[in-house]
């Protein structure tokens, strides 16, 4: 194979019999502002939040996500509250993929936590693939206590162009 160790311009336009091969390495600066790359070959991060308001925290089920993509995968659930909870009160959240948990355990919000200080859930399944859907499910228990107010959930996914 020949090599050419200096720098060329080509003006006209280049036609290949195969596919050339491209260096390794190519980051986001090598590729023009205004390339106008097709959105089905990048990938999406999202940051949803959803939160109840700034009373006594409810129980409730509710959608929080659906994949659109070809994969997607759930790198963080943080969980907090802008008050934390008083003596027996608690609220557990969980996240679940078309009704099963992907979290190793519920994230449980009680006097150990701080307010506005989200709780990192430890994921045990990431994976997602088109139609899959994120639930989240919060429970308030009172227990005698004063339930947290202002309870957030925080989830970021990286998604795959369909």
Same mark, same amino acid.
Request: charged letters at 10%; aromatic letters at 4%.
């Given at each position: 194979?020949?090599? !050419?160790d200096? /720098?060329m311009?080509?003006? &006209? ?6 596919m050339p @091969?491209l260096p390794a390495?190519i980051?986001?600066a090598?590729v ?5 790359i097709d ?5 999406h991060? #999202?940051?949803i939040v #959803? #939160?109840?308001?700034? @009373?006594a925290?409810? @129980? +409730? ?11 997607a995968?759930l790198i963080e659930v943080?969980?907090?509250?802008i008050?934390i909870? *008083?003596g027996?009160a608690?609220?557990t959240v /969980? =996240? ?8 190793s355990? *519920?994230v449980?919000? /009680?006097? $150990?936590?701080?307010?506005y200080?989200? +709780?990192?859930?430890? !994921?045990?399944v990431?994976?997602? *693939?088109?139609? /899959? *859907?994120?639930?989240?499910? =919060?429970v308030?228990?009172? &227990?005698g $206590?004063?339930l947290p107010t202002?309870?957030?959930i925080?989830?970021? =996914?990286k998604?795959d162009?369909?």
């Amino acid at each position: 194979m020949g090599r !050419i160790d200096e /720098d060329m311009q080509a003006v &006209g336009a280049w036609t290949f019999t195969r596919m050339p @091969s491209l260096p390794a390495g190519i980051t986001n600066a090598m590729v023009a502002a205004g390339a106008a790359i097709d959105q089905s070959k990048l990938q999406h991060q #999202h940051r949803i939040v #959803h #939160h109840q308001p700034n @009373s006594a925290a409810t @129980s +409730e089920t509710l959608p929080v996500f659906r994949c659109y993509g070809t994969t997607a995968t759930l790198i963080e659930v943080a969980v907090g509250s802008i008050a934390i909870a *008083v003596g027996a009160a608690t609220v557990t959240v /969980d =996240i679940k993929k078309n009704g099963t948990t992907v979290l190793s355990s *519920v994230v449980t919000l /009680d006097t $150990g936590n701080t307010a506005y200080v989200g +709780e990192l859930a430890s !994921i045990s399944v990431p994976g997602m *693939v088109a139609g /899959d *859907v994120l639930t989240a499910v =919060i429970v308030a228990t009172a &227990g005698g $206590g004063t339930l947290p107010t202002g309870v957030y959930i925080a989830l970021t =996914i990286k998604e795959d162009a369909n």
